[in-house]
């Protein structure tokens, strides 16, 4: 039937857009924020950082350039750099947090006891660094609004302290930057900025105040950094994104992002909203495949939400301006609320803002065991890829459900290149009824389609008859067209979800299969490595990868045990057309899927071969009906004892 060969050629195309939409083809552009100061702002350090002065200004930072400005400054402190945490494992630390005066910000934060990618020498994981001279969590622009004036917080060597440990074996640094007339010297404006990072923890605690010094009543705002410069885990795609979380009034999250790959390649600097998702705003945070930097502003003491981020934004930085040069990256990017602060001494006086910033694995069952992190919805930074005919309200329970069977089998396995295995198998045991119902039914199609084919010759010329006959032919048979196709639909989501939770899982990376092959489920499984060499449509060859060769073989052996389609028997164009497919398939996907993590292909070759079982199996079953039926043997339910016995001849007339 060509309803039927179409359902299958469209779940050959959908596999391929899985694919596709996998990462094998993408390339990630992204483009550089601007930052406009004032000539006359922070005495001593009024240039822009290199690369940004020349790039335009916001409409709201040409209005502020434009007032009369009066004469503020602040001085510059020495250069200093602060570390907190550490990177050996042995600390209970779990990373390094780099500080820098220059804007009070994180420079770099690195893990200890996660590794990089680099097979010949691997190093802690660096997930957050500097984007040109964009850094995480610096102080932008601090704006007397009132007055109209900006001044640039980020180019400001704030003063430093020394580190201090408390008692619970946590540690923290504190910045200060005093604003000051710049003509009397008399301070007006105080913030004062402190880290805190804790043992056994991911997160940290980031707490800023803004004190008023002066006699005189002020109005003041300030623009924030949040996490930038998190690194590219897969090389085959980029899957770094911007993602806002909002609650809404019935406590469900529900989320906005901006995905890396959509942005204009061409351009130095573009920027984008995250928009409200129905809610209250909550987080923010920059992803990649594995890991997350999810920075929350905390409520004010009494309140349930934050009030005081006004609007947040993505941005797309390269610093060199050149396409495909690897140096892209995301952050976020956030504007505070005015605030109206009472005189010196007064109560009011004094604004406090409170951020937490995670910075670890994209993992559920860490995100469970915090009662914030799980309130939050955390887990909205994990994608399984959910695609039109599998939503992501369908894969994503499904996925979760998954991964939470993974690591219950791990418990008592360790292996999860053995899990995956396993899992394959289960899952196709689970669904063999379905699948076995489906290819008995194929089965039946391609036996009855050289009557079908006599019946369409007979009524050519009656469409309307030919269908009503065809269809009796079908029904007097028991073969139905619904059966044929829909189990291949239900089967759809569980499969997907399966692909979804191997593909985002934290634990495959770096996870071993054997100890002298697949040593990393998260990448390709090279048995031998060289120079890279360009291959028109594919990409850069470095290895060679055993994993795809097998799933070609395989592809074939399945390909030849499929029951032939509804009409290619007696249709020598559907035949063609298997044909195609049979040589196409064994080569298609291998090719699509050669630089592919190991733990995917490893799902897909057992998949595979567990299919060949199964269709061996239904294959033979088959076999054995039709021989019983050819010997007028019929099989009977339970309640006549299970046995086989002959059919009655019907008369020739009913009396």
């Known amino acids: 039937m060509k309803i039927l060969t179409l359902v299958v050629t469209g779940f050959v195309v959908f596999c391929g857009v899985l694919v596709f939409e996998s990462g094998l083809f993408k390339n990630s552009q992204v483009d550089r924020g601007p930052v406009i100061l004032l000539a006359n702002t922070v005495s001593g350090n009024s240039a822009a950082p290199a690369g940004e002065a020349n790039l335009p200004a916001s409409p709201e930072q040409q209005f502020e350039a434009n007032q009369p400005a009066m004469a503020l400054g602040a001085d510059n402190a020495p250069e200093k750099s602060v570390t907190l945490g550490s990177t050996d494992p042995r600390s209970g630390f779990e990373f390094k947090l780099e500080l820098s005066s220059r804007g009070a910000s994180i420079t770099n934060a690195t893990f200890s006891n996660i590794a990089n990618r680099d097979r010949k020498d691997p190093q802690p994981l660096v997930i957050l660094s500097p984007v040109g001279d964009v850094v995480s969590m610096a102080n932008k622009e601090f704006v007397f609004v009132q007055q109209k004036v900006q001044l640039p917080l980020n180019n400001l060597q704030w003063k430093s302290f020394d580190v201090e440990v408390a008692d619970d074996g946590s540690q923290s640094a504190k910045f200060e930057a005093i604003i000051k007339n710049d003509t009397s010297g008399e301070p007006i404006i105080k913030l004062t900025k402190a880290y805190s990072v804790f043992p056994g923890r991911y997160d940290l605690l980031c707490n800023i105040s803004v004190e008023n010094l002066s006699t005189a009543e002020q109005k003041v705002r300030l623009n924030l950094n949040g996490p930038v410069g998190i690194g590219q885990e897969d090389p085959r795609s980029d899957d770094r994104k911007a993602i806002a979380g909002f609650k809404a009034p019935g406590g469900e999250i529900t989320t906005a992002r901006v995905d890396?790959?959509?942005?204009?390649?061409?351009?130095?600097?573009?920027?984008?909203?995250?928009?409200?998702?129905?809610?209250?705003?909550?987080?923010?945070?920059?992803?990649?495949?594995?890991?997350?930097?999810?920075?929350?502003?905390?409520?004010?003491?009494?309140?349930?939400?934050?009030?005081?981020?006004?609007?947040?934004?993505?941005?797309?930085?390269?610093?060199?301006?050149?396409?495909?040069?690897?140096?892209?990256?995301?952050?976020?990017?956030?504007?505070?609320?005015?605030?109206?602060?009472?005189?010196?001494?007064?109560?009011?006086?004094?604004?406090?803002?409170?951020?937490?910033?995670?910075?670890?694995?994209?993992?559920?069952?860490?995100?469970?065991?915090?009662?914030?992190?799980?309130?939050?919805?955390?887990?909205?930074?994990?994608?399984?890829?959910?695609?039109?005919?599998?939503?992501?309200?369908?894969?994503?329970?499904?996925?979760?459900?998954?991964?939470?069977?993974?690591?219950?089998?791990?418990?008592?396995?360790?292996?999860?290149?053995?899990?995956?295995?396993?899992?394959?198998?289960?899952?196709?045991?689970?669904?063999?009824?379905?699948?076995?119902?489906?290819?008995?039914s194929m089965s039946k199609f391609a036996k009855l389609a050289p009557k079908a084919e006599e019946i369409k010759k007979k009524y050519a010329n009656n469409k309307v008859e030919m269908n009503k006959q065809v269809m009796a032919l079908y029904k007097e048979q028991g073969a139905s067209p619904v059966i044929s196709f829909l189990p291949m639909l239900v089967q759809m989501p569980i499969w997907m979800a399966l692909y979804g939770a191997i593909y985002a899982s934290i634990d495959l990376r770096g996870a071993a299969f054997l100890p002298f092959w697949i040593t990393d489920l998260s990448a390709p499984d090279a048995i031998m490595t060289f120079s890279a060499i360009k291959i028109p449509l594919f990409g850069d060859l470095n290895s060679l990868n055993l994993l795809p060769i097998l799933m070609g073989v395989e592809f074939y052996l399945q390909q030849k045990l499929m029951p032939a389609q509804t009409s290619a028997v007696t249709n020598p164009q559907m035949a063609q057309q298997q044909k195609m497919m049979m040589v196409m398939m064994p080569i298609l996907f291998p090719l699509m899927l050669y630089s592919a993590p190991s733990g995917l292909n490893l799902y897909i070759m057992a998949s595979t071969f567990a299919g060949v079982i199964e269709q061996y199996v239904i294959k033979k079953h088959i076999k054995e009906k039709e021989s019983q039926e050819a010997q007028g043997l019929v099989c009977v339910t339970s309640k006549t004892g299970g046995k086989v016995k002959k059919k009655k001849p019907k008369p020739f007339f009913k009396t």
């Open 260 to 440: 890396i790959v959509k942005f204009d390649a061409g351009k130095t600097f573009e920027e984008k909203p995250l928009a409200e998702a129905g809610g209250n705003f909550v987080w923010a945070a920059v992803t990649n495949k594995y890991f997350a930097a999810i920075l929350v502003p905390m409520p004010d003491e009494g309140k349930n939400v934050c009030d005081w981020v006004t609007d947040r934004t993505a941005r797309f930085y390269n610093p060199d301006g050149l396409k495909q040069s690897k140096d892209e990256n995301i952050g976020v990017n956030f504007k505070i609320a005015p605030v109206v602060l009472a005189a010196s001494g007064q109560a009011g006086s004094i604004k406090q803002y409170k951020f937490q910033l995670y910075l670890g694995p994209k993992d559920k069952s860490l995100f469970d065991k915090n009662e914030l992190y799980r309130s939050l919805g955390f887990f909205h930074t994990i994608d399984f890829m959910p695609c039109f005919c599998c939503p992501a309200a369908m894969i994503n329970p499904l996925a979760f459900g998954i991964l939470a069977l993974m690591k219950w089998m791990y418990g008592f396995i360790y292996n999860y290149g053995v899990v995956i295995i396993i899992l394959v198998f289960l899952i196709r045991i689970v669904l063999h009824p379905i699948t076995k119902k489906s290819q008995v």
